[in-house]
C-alpha cells in the first residue's frame, strides 16, 4: 500500500493564481482531513470529509474549497492564491466512528505552497 | 468544544535524561488522545495512542504516556532521551461531538544536547 500520497510536493503561486493540492489514500479510510501547519501554530483543519460526498468546513476554510466524490481522493483547491496561504499542507486519512478511530491515523508527506 | 494545550513550546534536555511532553485536554468526556511526532521536513507519524483501555499507554521508541482524567492531563514520557527523539510533538484529541474532527496541540519542540 503506499499509504496516502500528496502532489506536488513543492510549489510556488504567483497572487491570484488557482491550484489543486492532490491527496489519494489506497486504504479504504472513510475519513479524510486537510490541514495546514504554520510554525509555532500546530496543525489547523482546513476541512474534512468522513465519507464520499461528504465533506464540512474546519477551523479555516475561507480561501479554500474541497470535493469528495470517491473514498480514495480528497483534492484541496486554492481559487485565488493570497501571501496568507504560504504554509504546509498535509492530507491525512484514518478508518473511523464516532467515538474511536479504528486505524493509526496516516499522513501524506505534506506539500509546500509559497505564494508571491 | 474540544481543545488541547500542550504547555511548552520548547523542552531542552541532554541526551540520556528523562524526557516530559505535557498535554492538558478540554473536554466533556473522557477523548481519544494521540502523540503525534514530526522530525523536520517530514509528515506526522503516531507515537502512541489512548482510547480508554488502560490508562497508561506504551508506544514505540520508548515513549509512554498516562491518561489522567482528574487532571485532565496526557503527558508525554521517556526515561532516557536519544539524540533522535530531537522533533516536534504534537497532542492531539478526537472524538465525540467534535464528529470527525481531530483538534491538535500547538506544538512541543524537543531539542536533546550532546
Known amino acids: 500500500n503506499a499509504g496516502v500520497t500528496q502532489t506536488p510536493k513543492f510549489r510556488i503561486l504567483k497572487i491570484g493564481q488557482s491550484m489543486t493540492l492532490q491527496c489519494t489514500q489506497d486504504?479504504?479510510?472513510?475519513?479524510m482531513y486537510w490541514y495546514r501547519q504554520d510554525p509555532g501554530m500546530g496543525l489547523k483543519l482546513i476541512y474534512y470529509?468522513?465519507?464520499?460526498?461528504?465533506?464540512d468546513k474546519g477551523e479555516v476554510p475561507n480561501g479554500y474549497n474541497v470535493s469528495r466524490s470517491t473514498t480514495e481522493d480528497f483534492p484541496l483547491r486554492l481559487e485565488l492564491a493570497a501571501p496568507s496561504q504560504t504554509s504546509v499542507y498535509f492530507c491525512a486519512s484514518v478508518l473511523g466512528t464516532t467515538s474511536s478511530y479504528n486505524s493509526p491515523l496516516h499522513f501524506g508527506n505534506g506539500t509546500r505552497l509559497t505564494v508571491t | 468544544a474540544q481543545s488541547v494545550t500542550q504547555l511548552d513550546s520548547h523542552v531542552s534536555v541532554s541526551e540520556g535524561t528523562p524526557v516530559l511532553l505535557r498535554c492538558n485536554y478540554s473536554s466533556s468526556y473522557s477523548p481519544s488522545l494521540f502523540w503525534y511526532v514530526q522530525h523536520p521536513n517530514k509528515g506526522l507519524q503516531l507515537l502512541l495512542k489512548y482510547t480508554s483501555a488502560a490508562t497508561l499507554v506504551k508506544g514505540i521508541n520508548g515513549f509512554e504516556a498516562e491518561f489522567k482524567k482528574s487532571e485532565t492531563s496526557f503527558h508525554l514520557t521517556k526515561p532516557s532521551a536519544h539524540m533522535s527523539d530531537a522533533a516536534e510533538y504534537f497532542c492531539?484529541?478526537?472524538?465525540?461531538?467534535?464528529?470527525?474532527?481531530?483538534?491538535f496541540g500547538q506544538g512541543t519542540i524537543l531539542t536533546v544536547h550532546p
Open positions: 486504504m479504504n479510510h472513510n475519513y
Open positions: 492531539v484529541s478526537y472524538g465525540g461531538t467534535s464528529y470527525g474532527k481531530l483538534t
Open positions: 470529509s468522513v465519507g464520499a460526498g461528504i465533506t
